[in-house]
């Protein structure tokens, strides 16, 4: 079965400063998605990022950017010039390309950002 | 404005009481998916459904049930056999072809007292 593992529950950035998120996950399809969801103190889920496993270029959204090595099951997320408003839970997310289409989520790391 | 609908946003319950959960989309997607929320544990897979009368066990079925009478709706029932109900509540939906990310409701808060 597929996992996604979220090693820090929590992390700090200084304002404008840069932080990076970890996920690794475990699978044995070769196909897959994989996703970063941000969740702010109103609990909606917001999508930031996608990167699609047969695509080798790293996905970047303006100041969120990812390092996907697919050889190591890894899936970090960037967020440069960190705002105030970048704190919130942020979850990394797996599904398969066929299959089931199921999602499993990581469990979570809480960025607080420092003014 | 398309989107996903969960109702009520709280909802309090007593003990042995089964609820039910609604979650509506318009946004034409075949597959809906319910996941539960508690601190420190992410998001838990209760079911999913990939087309209408069909649906899917996930990681937490116990004490809950669903239905799939239409491609809009997924309504969620909390049992009173689910020992530990009070939790978030998110309904999500996908329509499945890449890149396939999820839409989420604004999630229902459910408190059994």
């Known amino acids: 079965a597929q996992t996604v593992t979220q090693s820090q529950p929590e992390m700090s950035v200084q304002e404008a400063e840069t932080v990076t998120l970890s996920c690794t996950y475990d699978t044995s399809e070769s196909d897959y998605y994989l996703f970063w969801y941000k969740q702010p103190p109103s609990r909606q889920m917001i999508l930031v990022i996608r990167?699609?496993?047969?695509?080798?270029q790293n996905a970047t959204e303006n100041r969120f950017s990812v390092n996907f090595q697919k050889a190591a099951k890894s899936f970090s997320l960037k967020i440069s010039d960190s705002q105030l408003g970048d704190a919130a839970m942020y979850f990394c997310a797996y599904r398969g390309a066929s299959g089931t289409y199921k999602y499993i989520f990581g469990t979570g790391t809480r960025l607080k950002v420092l003014a | 404005d398309g989107g996903i609908t969960q109702s009520p946003k709280y909802l309090f319950r007593k003990e042995g009481q089964n609820v039910t959960l609604s979650c509506e989309q318009n946004?034409?997607?075949?597959?809906m998916y319910w996941y539960r929320q508690d601190p420190g544990q992410g998001l838990r897979l209760i079911y999913y459904s990939q087309i209408v009368n069909d649906f899917q066990k996930g990681d937490i079925a116990e004490g809950y049930s669903v239905s799939r009478e239409k491609k809009e709706s997924f309504p969620l029932t909390v049992t009173s056999a689910q020992k530990n109900p009070t939790a978030f509540y998110l309904c999500?939906?996908?329509?499945?072809?890449?890149?396939?990310?999820?839409?989420f409701g604004e999630g229902s808060r459910l408190t059994v007292l």
């Open positions: 999500a939906s996908s329509n499945l072809a890449a890149p396939g990310e999820l839409f």
């Open positions: 946004l034409n997607h075949d597959a």
């Open positions: 990167q699609e496993a047969y695509k080798q």
